[in-house]
């Protein structure tokens, strides 16, 4: 008697487990079949940024461009938002980027370069441990403070030994967007001559080559398109970076090549307009977008650029 | 006839070749330690200035117009109601996006759009999205310059570091691992719950927290969107106003070529804010160390 109780129990639970488990089961196959579309969902609102980015720069353009020609704005060398008599050309804008992106190349490349070689063919695995690090450090440290750097350390030094600078100018954000890229040059670089396999750098060396030599004939034509796309990537970092220029080289938006004065990057200008009480609707307003636009398709086509090179002209060893 | 061999000169071309590449090996190392004298010089200035500043008033304070006896608390607060908004948004986003692009997407159109996408938005300069943030964030859903619109902007700057490293900390994962899973009777889903994610948790870590330094760490959107830096209130929600560190220093460096004070409690911001990026950084490592197998 007590012993058939117990059985019909036990079939009871086994017939609801099996429906609990059916049940369970197409449960879990509504999830499997939903998994996917979710993420799918997530992975789509990157692209939906870009969109986001492209089409809120496009229409206020436009609506920028309705009110300024793009002749006048692209070749025009005066630019005066703020006047009675408004005039909105780019041209001291591109000229102060430029400029400042060279100074910082020209620190950056050389520097970063030489920094690369060393960590990739010279250093021991132990100056290597000890070094890279601190160049993440470098990588690492926010822009804001590499600004305040410029401004109130490297202007007053160079000001001992150039008195006419000014207390805003574009060599010191220069000098120190340079020293800020140096990390990220170095680091492509190195990646891209540590690709280059150890039978040629040891083929090179039997043969009786000095390491420099292995270097310079062997290793740098071999990594070449990885060395010049991180170059390219410098550049477009350069261009569109925006604190150090915002706090250091000041508002100035004259169109002159002197770097010892105050200059207006891109950027600096979108910081200028949008961090000061411009009314939505106006003009300058609408100029913040057509400058972010021209920022926007520049490094967009460096950074296409950058990956072009590296992909098309890689050696395939 | 017989060819002659000039030792001499041999001997002084090999010698001018081995003293060049020595020469310039010392160039090239002296190039190398030349960010870490920068790096030298800069935490030098930093905490010779900062340091005497920051006391317990400076870190609880208030604002106030009297630099003597500003405080650098909602600050503080801003930066953490930050990541409170970027750690969750950026987690769900960037690990949805990297578990669809490497274990869902079939290897087609779309994944190379979505792809090629990722790669193009890690280029855009910081103030761009600074701009989308203020038009679509302030001014469309009319939040305006709030803890959500700035953490939703930052998110969406830092989204790309956290796919891309995500992406690979899956990829690292063994194939045998999710075969025996399947093999045993997981679901797909399942196998990525249980097997995959567990075993990429540390790399999504690492990248997440590299993506959050990043985030606190930037100021160029946060202009752009209409952060003040003078703010009495606190902030002590999403839809709260405020303003983050990074603010605190260019607003302060900005004021010190008024009074020079400013200078050294811009300083002194600087220490209290790369102690928090070192904080980070340092658990990113840790975490790196520590948890990361090798397969």
Request: proline share 4%.
């Amino acid at each position: 008697m007590v012993e058939n109780n117990k059985e019909s129990t036990s079939t009871v639970r086994v017939k609801s487990m099996i429906e609990q488990n059916r049940q369970k089961q197409s449960f879990r196959a509504v999830g499997e079949k939903a998994v996917p579309t979710v993420l799918l969902v997530i992975a789509l609102i990157s692209i939906l940024t870009t969109i986001g980015i492209v089409f809120v720069l496009i229409t206020e353009t436009f609506e920028f461009f309705n009110r300024v020609s793009l002749v006048e704005f692209f070749t025009g060398t005066v630019l005066r938002p703020l006047s009675q008599d408004p005039k909105f050309g780019i041209l001291p804008l591109i000229n102060g980027t430029i400029i400042s992106s060279v100074i910082a190349m020209l620190v950056a490349g050389p520097i970063g370069m030489m920094t690369a070689i060393y960590l990739s063919e010279y250093a021991s695995d132990k100056a290597r441990r000890v070094l890279k690090p601190v160049l993440e450090l470098l990588a690492g440290i926010p822009t804001v403070v590499y600004g305040f750097f410029a401004f109130t350390f490297v202007t007053p030094f160079l000001r001992q030994f150039i008195p006419e600078m000014g207390a805003t100018n574009i060599l010191a954000p220069g000098l120190v967007m340079g020293v800020m890229i140096i990390p990220m040059i170095a680091s492509l670089s190195e990646d891209a001559m540590n690709s280059v396999p150890n039978d040629m750098r040891e083929g090179a060396l039997a043969l009786g080559s000095t390491k420099l030599e292995v270097t310079f004939k062997v290793i740098i034509p071999a990594a070449f398109s990885g060395i010049v796309a991180a170059f390219v990537l410098g550049i477009s970092r350069a261009v569109g970076e925006t604190m150090i220029v915002a706090i250091a080289s000041g508002s100035s938006k004259n169109f002159i090549f002197d770097v010892t004065q105050s200059m207006q990057t891109m950027t600096a200008y979108v910081v200028e307009v949008a961090g000061g009480d411009t009314s939505p609707g106006s003009t300058i307003y609408y100029s913040l977008y057509a400058v972010a636009m021209t920022l926007f398709i520049f490094t967009l086509l460096m950074n296409i650029l950058a990956r072009y090179i590296a992909r098309r002209f890689r050696e395939e060893y | 006839m017989t060819t002659h061999i000039h030792s001499e000169r041999v001997r002084n071309r090999m010698k001018r070749r081995v003293a060049l590449n020595k020469g310039l090996s010392g160039v090239f190392l002296l190039a190398t330690t030349f960010g870490v004298f920068v790096l030298g010089v800069l935490f030098y200035q930093i905490l010779t200035e900062g340091i005497p500043y920051i006391n317990l008033d400076f870190l609880t304070g208030k604002l106030s117009t009297m630099p003597e006896r500003a405080g650098i608390m909602g600050a503080i607060l801003g930066t953490l109601w930050l990541m409170a908004v970027v750690i969750p948004v950026t987690i769900v986003l960037g690990v949805g996006t990297a578990i669809y692009n490497e274990l869902y997407a079939k290897q087609g159109k779309l994944q190379k759009i979505i792809q090629t996408n990722i790669s193009n938005l890690s280029g855009v300069p910081s103030i761009v999205y600074g701009i989308l943030g203020m038009t679509i964030f302030a001014s469309l859903l009319n939040l305006g310059s709030v803890v959500l619109a700035g953490g939703l902007t930052m998110s969406l700057l830092v989204l790309p570091i956290v796919i891309v490293s995500s992406q690979e900390a899956l990829r690292a994962v063994p194939g045998y691992l999710s075969e025996a899973s399947i093999g045993l009777g997981a679901t797909k889903w399942q196998t990525i719950k249980n097997i995959i994610l567990p075993a990429a948790l540390p790399g999504i870590l690492t990248g997440a927290i590299l993506a959050l330094s990043r985030a606190i760490g930037e100021t160029a959107p946060l202009v752009v969107l209409g952060v003040p830096a003078l703010l009495l209130p606190f902030p002590g929600g999403l839809f709260d106003r405020f303003t983050v560190l990074p603010m605190q220093i260019y607003y302060w460096t900005l004021d010190a070529s008024l009074v020079e004070e400013y200078q050294f409690l811009a300083s002194a911001t600087i220490i209290v804010l790369l102690a928090m990026l070192f904080i980070l950084n340092g658990t990113a490592i840790v975490i790196r160390n520590k948890f990361q197998r090798r397969y």
